[in-house]
Antibody
Framework: QVQLVQSGDEVKKPGASVSVSCKAS????????IAWVRQARGQGPEWMGW????????EYGKKFQGRVSMTTDTSTATAYMELRSLTSDDTAVYYC????????????????????WGQGTVVTVSS | DLVMTQSPLSLPVTLGQSASISCRSS???????????LNWFQQRPGQSPRRLIY???NRDSGVPDRFSGGGSVTDFTLRISRVEAEDVGVYFC?????????FGQGTKLEIK
């Protein structure tokens, strides 16, 4: 079965960076994209961005551009999200999510998009 | 950005009764390929969201047929018939048609 297993919870000081990993199994890693979504306590989810696993193309939310990097390592089927210059507003649960992708004909394949989520990584930013 | 507006935000339901959640988008969710990428998720307390419905009306594997989705273009509905205790949680709609993907505010379903 599809599984996304994320790295452990983190506590960071303001101004620091955090990196969250997401190991995929149970499907062909390169045949899907990965989205990153965060959720502050009591709030709805917020999309941060998407990465195409097969070619590394990224799309980032405007709010995060310049501060976020999403990468993948196909040899270990692992996705990574780094967020820099943290503030208390970045305190949230961060999720990796299996997403759609563009096929060889540049057609969007989105039926599996958001069907599988990681368990979440709590990132707390506090001085 | 596409704005997704859900109503109601709180939904008290009697066990065995039906429930309905509305989700409206600020713009059409029909993608260039003719598919409408509108999803519904359930989030139980302390858990990750779980996708229930994709592309407006397709139920995910293992989702009871008490859950159904409908609508088109900008107006969508999630219906839950014969509500059970295990349905308690927050329900979100989400559009996957345009980046940034955006979510509704969430509807909290509780048992009366």
């Amino acid at each position: 079965q599809v599984q996304l297993v994320q790295s452990g919870d983190e506590v960071k000081k303001p101004g620091a960076s955090v990196s969250v990993s997401c190991k995929a199994s149970g499907y062909t890693f390169t045949s899907h994209g990965i989205a990153w979504v965060r959720q502050a306590r009591g709030q709805g989810p917020e999309w941060m961005g998407w990465i195409s696993v097969n070619n590394g193309r990224t799309e980032y939310g405007k709010k995060f551009q310049g501060r976020v990097s999403m990468t993948t390592d196909t040899s270990t089927a692992t996705a990574y999200m780094e967020l820099r210059s943290l503030t208390s507003d970045d305190t949230a649960v961060y999720y990796c999510v299996r997403d759609g992708y563009y096929d060889s004909r540049k057609k969007w394949r989105g039926s599996d998009a958001f069907d599988s989520w990681g368990q979440g990584t709590v990132v707390t930013v506090s001085s | 950005d596409l704005v997704m507006t859900q109503s109601p935000l709180s939904l008290p339901v009697t066990l065995g009764q039906s429930a309905s959640i509305s989700c409206r988008s600020s713009h059409s969710l029909v993608y260039d390929d003719g598919i409408t990428y509108l999803n519904w998720f359930q989030q139980r307390p302390g858990q990750s969201p779980r996708r229930l419905i994709y592309q407006v009306s397709n139920r995910d594997s293992g989702v009871p047929d008490r859950f159904s989705g409908g609508g088109s273009v900008t107006d969508f509905t999630l219906r839950i018939s014969r509500v059970e205790a295990e349905d308690v949680g927050v329900y979100f709609c989400m559009q996957g048609t345009r980046w940034p993907n955006t979510f509704g505010q969430g509807t909290k379903l509780e048992i009366k």
